[in-house]
């Protein structure tokens, strides 16, 4: 979802905005009371003006802000025209679940994940565009799902991954034209990976596997000619 328009006529009124949320006590310095947050949206019906705003509170590496809750909520971010230069977000410690579609279609190029965290829902980070690594081998995440770190075709990016050695499950498509990287190594623990995991990783040449796999993910590997295979368009992939 992209908003491409400019709720605030004057500096004036863009001031006055933020006042508001500061007395209504939503925003507290860097930290967001969400529960407030949720209800002003509500009662107030200006949520396309707050997800126009809320991007800004990103901009220059601000660290994520200090939930009392331990997830991200779905759809909490949207992304929008305004020209912040959103180059890194650090997701503090406590946050273990990272919600469905809370963070894309953003500009980060670099994210530091906490050690806190377990569980990557649905296209979280889809279509983040200028993210060129991905380490989460200092989380404890178990799950990345469908479509976390998928992009369109052509917008690939991403030229190292590391995975954590907790990860036990990787969705359907999770990164989809997103990776092009040369070479792909998996972590022992790792039992599921879903179909169209890494399809279109163009550079992709070498893959290293875990002895860990479910049968399952061990065919949806080997038989490429099934329409679920994990590496589909990898056209310069030699060596499994």
Known sequence: MSIDYNPFKTQKDFDDYVSKLVDKGIIQS???????????LQDSHERSIFTWFMPILFENGVDLLDYVTTKIPANFVVT???????KKLVIPEGIKIIGKSSLSYNNYRE?????SLEIIEKWAFEATY???KLDLSNTHCKIIDEGAFSRGIGDSALTKIQFPTSLERIGEGCFYSSFIGES???NEGLKDIESAAFENSNNLSEVTLCTTLDTDTLDRIWDCRAGYYIFRGCSNLKTI
Request: hydrophobic letters at 50%; glycine letters at 0%; aromatic letters at 18%.
């Open 30 to 40: 860097n930290f967001i009371d969400i529960d407030l947050l949720m209800k002003f």
């Open 80 to 86: 929008t025209s305004y020209p912040c230069d959103l």
């Open 130 to 132: 200028n993210l060129s």
């Open 184 to 186: 792909l190594e998996f």
């Open 111 to 115: 994210i530091v994940f906490p050690s």
